[in-house]
């Protein structure tokens, strides 16, 4: 059998070849006008509030928000200016019956400051556990929510368990915030204003893993 | 028509920034190793089943690929396996090997890892992870290439989309710093440098120098800002510099070696294929006229005659 070959052509050109040639120049076209789409959406997504992106904000929130999140304030329009530290009361089961009629003094520990510390190295994992901690503190601090408590709880059962206080039953949560000192403006700076706000007491959670990271 | 025409044979003809796309790929490999390595003997504690992670995948893949890939978070030897491929991964990228494979393995468990647990994460990440997302579409190291290949228009487009996206990051910052208060009176540097979470000690009484708080409080703010027209004028190489500069400072002073790492490598892919010859060849010259002064001192003294 002899094969039949039909080829096309149209003004002396090969009609599948230059077809081919249309569509790749117009999968070449849709290719640009997706780079300038996207980071059109980006930028109404990622610059301050704007009347357009106040109008397209469902569908921004849609693409960009939901598989390209991004956001690139970075320290502005205001930088945190606040050390929000978590602070951890151990408690027995005595003192928990007590605990109604207010919280001992003594006995509290700064679990922040001492990952704050050791940031110092700066070739360490420090530096980026002290967001895990800080990040909570500060979020639950400006609105209290689940995740951050839970987060919280976690970290200061750890904590407990580091420095061998495994047999406690509950432990008692603090806030405080450390809020810097107005620029001195060539004077002495006074010391730092310091609130604390108390969080609650939870049940220890015995599961969560050894940090090792508080061992004396 | 003839800025449709040079745009057209800009992104057809030949594929750009591929020493830029190398330091990129070598850039984000150590980041993610240096990351991988610091935290590893914390994983459990942060990704694992008992961990503090919290998150999941699905608000990005949807329920039911979500639920499969959340499955790497129900034991502590699977988070173990994420971050194996996620070493690999970013191993290949360091050393050139496989890259769009090892682009993809790393963009997939990084992602993983990047969702159990947001709390851990800075702007690198989220830069990380985008980055990776256009990297996919580059040309393979060493890869085989003819001009006017689909896939040579591909690499352009992944190159332009990385050069949008450091613009979007340092234009929008620059953008959001100058409606801050603080940062217009010039001492937000201050109150950033007193909070123990951000900076280093050493740094707290650095800042209170009036000086050195307005310069590093407007220095960034306006270089940002200006940082898309810089790029693309003549002063395009000492921005760049300036910019690597920058970064050196925020790794040392707050401590953010691994953000710094992916800026310093997006800025160094900025450089053209071209400016890297011209750097490489003064750099040779510089050298060359410094091996030559000890030559022409030996040349003089043998023309000192004999006393």
Not at chain 1, 22 to 27: E, L, S
Not at chain 1, 205 to 211: A, F, K, L, M, P
Not at chain 2, 185 to 202: E, T
Not at chain 2, 227 to 246: C, E, H, Q
């Amino acid at each position: 059998m002899r094969q039949i070959r039909v080829s096309f052509s149209w003004k002396g050109k090969n009609v599948p070849k230059t077809i081919g040639v249309w569509v790749m120049n117009i999968i070449r076209v849709m290719t640009v006008l997706w780079l300038v789409a996207f980071f059109t959406l980006t930028l109404l997504y990622t610059l301050p509030t704007t009347p357009i992106e106040s109008t397209l904000e469902p569908f921004l929130d849609a693409t960009i928000g939901t598989y390209f999140d991004q956001g690139w304030d970075l320290f502005a329009p205001g930088p945190v200016d606040t050390d929000y530290a978590l602070l951890v009361r151990p408690l027995s089961n005595d003192e928990f019956k007590v605990a109604g009629k207010g919280l001992p003094n003594n006995g509290w520990y700064d679990i922040s400051s001492p990952v704050w510390a050791k940031q110092g190295n700066i070739f360490s994992a420090y530096p980026r556990l002290s967001n895990v901690i800080t990040q909570a503190t500060l979020s639950y601090d400006n609105q209290p929510s689940q995740e951050p408590l839970k987060l919280m709880v976690k970290f200061a059962s750890a904590f407990c368990k580091d420095i061998g206080k495994s047999n406690v039953s509950y432990i008692a949560l603090m806030i405080r915030e450390r809020h810097s000192v107005p620029w001195p403006e060539g004077k002495a700076p006074k010391p730092p204003a310091i609130k604390t706000k108390f969080v609650g007491i939870y049940r220890m959670d015995r599961s969560v893993e050894n940090i090792n990271l508080y061992q004396i | 028509m003839e800025p449709f025409c040079k745009t057209w044979r800009w992104l057809g003809n030949d594929p750009h920034q591929l020493i830029g796309v190398r330091i990129l790929q070598i850039a984000i490999g150590a980041k993610l190793l240096f990351d991988v390595f610091t935290e590893l003997p914390f994983a459990t504690f942060l990704w694992g089943p008992n961990g503090v992670g919290w998150g999941s995948t699905k608000p990005v893949l949807g329920p039911m690929l979500g639920n499969i890939f959340d499955l790497f978070f129900t034991t502590d030897t699977r988070i173990f396996y994420v971050l194996s491929v996620l070493i690999i991964g970013a191993l290949w990228l360091l050393i050139g090997y496989n890259t769009r494979f090892a682009t993809f393995i790393t963009l997939i468990s990084f992602f993983i890892i990047h969702q159990r647990l947001p709390e851990i994460t800075d702007a690198g990440d989220t830069l990380t992870i985008l980055v990776l997302i256009y990297m996919l579409f580059l040309l393979p190291h060493r890869a085989k290439f003819s001009s006017g290949q689909f896939r040579v228009w591909l690499h352009n487009i992944g190159v332009l989309a990385i050069i949008f996206q450091l613009v979007v990051v340092y234009f929008t910052s620059g953008l959001a710093k100058a409606d801050g208060d603080w940062w217009q009176q010039g001492v937000a540097m201050y109150y950033i440098s007193q909070v123990q979470w951000f900076m280093l000690p050493s740094s707290h009484t650095l800042f209170i120098n009036p000086w050195i708080v307005t310069i590093a409080t407007y220095g960034p703010m306006v270089y940002q800002l200006l940082f898309p027209i810089a790029i693309i004028s003549r002063v395009k190489l000492p921005w760049i510099l300036l910019g690597i500069l920058l970064h050196v400072g925020i790794a040392v002073f707050m401590a953010m070696v691994s953000f710094s790492t992916v800026m310093i490598g997006l800025e160094l892919f900025l450089i053209s294929d071209q400016e890297y010859v011209q750097i490489w060849k003064r750099g040779h010259l510089i050298l060359g006229k410094l091996v030559r002064i000890p030559n022409a001192s030996t040349s003089a003294v043998s023309k000192i005659p004999d006393l």
